[in-house]
Antibody
Framework: EVQLVESGGGLVKPGGSLRLSCAASGFTFSSYSMNWVRQAPGKGLEWVSSISSSSSYIYYADSVKGRFTISRDNAKNSLYLQMNSLRAEDTAVYYC?????????WGQGTLVTVSS | QSALTQPASVSGSPGQSITISCTGTSSDVGSYNLVSWYQQHPGKAPKLMIYEVSKRPSGVSNRFSGSKSGNTASLTISGLQAEDEADYYCCSYAGSSTPYVFGTGTKVTVL
């Protein structure tokens, strides 16, 4: 069974940093592209970033470009999102999701709150 | 890249069919047969219901079907059931640098 478990969320002040992790199991992690998608409270889904299976291709939404960095460690079956210069508008539940053309499997999400 | 446009809400009675539209542009929905649909119950993670416009993942009920015409994709739920009450989001590929553009979301209510 595919499992994706996010962690690392919490309360952070504007301008602060946070690193999210996503632990994957139940599939060959190194064979799949991975993604981060977020959802602000009461709002819709927003794609944040994608990374190919070997980290050769990395993409970011304009809203996070230059502030967020996606990475993965295939030996540890883990996906990461380093978030710097956080803003109030980054407050959201952050989901990791597996897939390259469609998002086949999702984690349960981790809440990031940016507030003073 | 702007969000795809969906109706805010759609409702129907049990057993009826409903259709949710998803309107994009010639740069996303109109250019690729890579539209997917996600169901999200309150407080839960989204779940893939349709991919590549009309394909259903294993385990998804055949009451869910998808189609596309021009820049507009559609999700039809037939034989509406109480468990179908949820938010639904469409998503389209929009090029290698923007792999996912989501729709604005539609709340489905079963009357």
């Amino acid at each position: 069974e595919v499992q994706l478990v996010e962690s690392g969320g919490g309360l952070v002040k504007p301008g602060g940093s946070l690193r999210l992790s996503c632990a994957a199991s139940g599939f060959t992690f190194s064979s799949y592209s991975m993604n981060w998608v977020r959802q602000a409270p009461g709002k819709g889904l927003e794609w944040v970033s994608s990374i190919s299976s070997s980290s050769s291709y990395i993409y970011y939404a304009d809203s996070v470009k230059g502030r967020f960095t996606i990475s993965r460690d295939n030996a540890k079956n883990s996906l990461y999102l380093q978030m710097n210069s956080l803003r109030a508008e980054d407050t959201a539940v952050y989901y990791c999701a597996r897939g390259s053309l469609e998002l086949q499997s999702w984690g349960q999400g981790t809440l990031v709150t940016v507030s003073s | 890249q702007s969000a795809l446009t969906q109706p805010a809400s759609v409702s129907g009675s049990p057993g009826q069919s409903i259709t949710i539209s998803c309107t994009g542009t010639s740069s996303d929905v109109g250019s690729y047969n890579l539209v997917s649909w996600y169901q999200q119950h309150p407080g839960k993670a989204p779940k893939l219901m349709i991919y590549e416009v009309s394909k259903r993942p294993s385990g998804v009920s055949n009451r869910f079907s998808g189609s596309k015409s021009g820049n507009t994709a559609s999700l039809t739920i037939s034989g509406l059931q109480a468990e179908d009450e949820a938010d639904y989001y469409c998503c389209s590929y929009a090029g290698s640098s923007t792999p996912y553009v989501f729709g604005t979301g539609t709340k489905v209510t079963v009357l």
